[in-house]
């Protein structure tokens, strides 16, 4: 939690964010990801300073699992003095004790975002699905909360004013922008009729147009000139040179590899502009391609 302090920008979580979202749809398989296709509403999360603090964090904490489908889970809220913004203990269950920071006694309208990445940590215990190192597993708690529908109430807690500021989750607002376009784009849903953050909204719109590039990356057909031309000179080298190793996903590289098959045709392999899994197919020309993992249908030029 960023309370006053300076806010991280950009991307440096960008791989570990699409991993995550190739990780969820592994695990859950397309046809789950589908069911969340409706986020938390913000009707059902509104807290205001007249509710009572504990009935209504209680009440919160509900609506968020009821959103997961975890009906056996029940999260028991306390507030105490800490330096994180929250904390679950991950036990087998029924009971999750969740405890807030205090400052949401007097920030109620941000209990909602707290809830909200620790619920998904019970949902991600529950499934099973966890990244190596306790960094990245909170970059999937976050990604994982965002695509899956509630995380756009973390983006909407960012705020800075002058030298104030506030950020909750791992993720920087840009990566958050991120995630929620991706989330955007598969289920035609504008999360940003419901920020209160004028932040939130521009991340949102960072977020959007970073998104976009994935869909514009060759060898799809909506690559743009300066693409093309470069994928065109890498496929000429291609099979005289080793294969080229693929980008990293920041913008630095390109993306797709080249390697000839067993018959020593030659293939291109490029990440899925949707659940970044790699899709490998041979290189002739116009064709269409089909994502075994999110099933979108890619437009190619190989």
Same mark, same amino acid.
């Given at each position: 939690?960023?309370?006053?302090?300076p806010?991280?920008?950009?991307?440096?979580?960008?791989?570990?964010?699409?991993?995550?979202?190739?990780?969820?749809?592994?695990?859950?398989?397309?046809?789950?990801?589908?069911t969340?296709?409706?986020?938390?509403?913000?009707?059902?999360?509104?807290?205001?300073?007249?509710?009572?603090?504990?009935?209504?964090?209680?009440r919160?904490?509900?609506?968020?699992?009821?959103?997961?489908?975890?009906?056996?889970?029940?999260?028991?809220?306390?507030?105490?003095?800490?330096?994180?913004?929250?904390?679950?203990?991950?036990?087998?269950?029924?009971?999750?004790?969740?405890?807030?920071?205090?400052?949401?006694?007097?920030?109620?309208?941000?209990?909602?975002?707290?809830?909200?990445?620790?619920?998904?940590?019970?949902?991600?215990?529950?499934?099973?699905?966890?990244?190596?190192?306790?960094?990245?597993?909170?970059?999937?708690?976050?990604?994982a909360?965002?695509?899956?529908?509630?995380?756009?109430?973390?983006?909407?807690?960012?705020?800075?004013?002058?030298?104030?500021?506030q950020?909750?989750?791992?993720?920087?607002?840009?990566?958050?922008?991120?995630?929620?376009?991706?989330?955007?784009?598969?289920?035609?849903?504008?999360?940003?009729?419901?920020?209160?953050?004028?932040?939130?909204?521009?991340?949102?719109?960072?977020?959007?147009?970073?998104a976009?590039?994935?869909?514009e990356?060759?060898?799809? %057909?909506?690559?743009?000139?300066?693409?093309?031309?470069?994928?065109?000179?890498?496929?000429?080298?291609?099979?005289?040179?080793?294969?080229?190793?693929?980008?990293?996903?920041?913008?630095?590289?390109?993306?797709?590899?080249?390697?000839?098959?067993?018959?020593?045709?030659?293939?291109?392999?490029?990440?899925?502009?949707?659940?970044?899994?790699r899709?490998?197919?041979?290189?002739?020309?116009?064709?269409?391609?089909?994502?075994?993992?999110?099933?979108?249908?890619?437009?190619?030029? %190989?």
């Open positions: 939690m960023a309370n006053g302090g806010v991280e920008h950009g991307y440096p979580h960008l791989d570990t964010v699409r991993a995550a979202i190739t990780a969820l749809y592994r695990r859950l398989s397309y046809d789950t990801v589908q969340f296709a409706t986020s938390v509403a913000p009707v059902d999360v509104a807290f205001c300073d007249t509710d009572d603090l504990h009935l209504g964090a209680q919160v904490a509900h609506e968020i699992v009821r959103h997961f489908r975890l009906p056996d889970a029940r999260m028991i809220v306390g507030f105490r003095d800490m330096t994180h913004a929250a904390n679950v203990e991950l036990t087998a269950g029924p009971e999750y004790f969740v405890e807030l920071n205090d400052r949401f006694r007097s920030h109620r309208g941000d209990i909602g975002a707290a809830l909200a990445h620790e619920v998904t940590h019970v949902y991600l215990h529950r499934l099973d699905l966890s990244f190596p190192s306790t960094g990245e597993n909170e970059i999937l708690t976050d990604t909360a965002t695509y899956l529908g509630a995380g756009w109430l973390l983006l909407d807690a960012y705020r800075e004013h002058g030298e104030a500021s950020k909750l989750g791992y993720l920087t607002p840009e990566e958050f922008g991120y995630v929620l376009a991706k989330r955007a784009l598969v289920f035609h849903e504008d999360p940003s009729v419901w920020f209160t953050s004028p932040q939130a909204y521009t991340a949102y719109r960072k977020g959007m147009a970073r976009r590039q994935d869909e990356q060759p060898p799809l %057909t909506a690559a743009g000139w300066a693409g093309r031309r470069r994928y065109a000179r890498d496929r000429r080298h291609a099979p005289a040179a080793p294969a080229q190793q693929p980008g990293t996903g920041t913008g630095t590289g390109t993306g797709y590899a080249f390697t000839p098959d067993g018959g020593g045709r030659l293939r291109v392999s490029f990440p899925c502009p949707t659940c970044h899994q899709i490998r197919v041979p290189v002739r020309g116009r064709l269409r391609a089909r994502c075994s993992l999110c099933r979108t249908v890619l437009e190619c030029d %190989t």
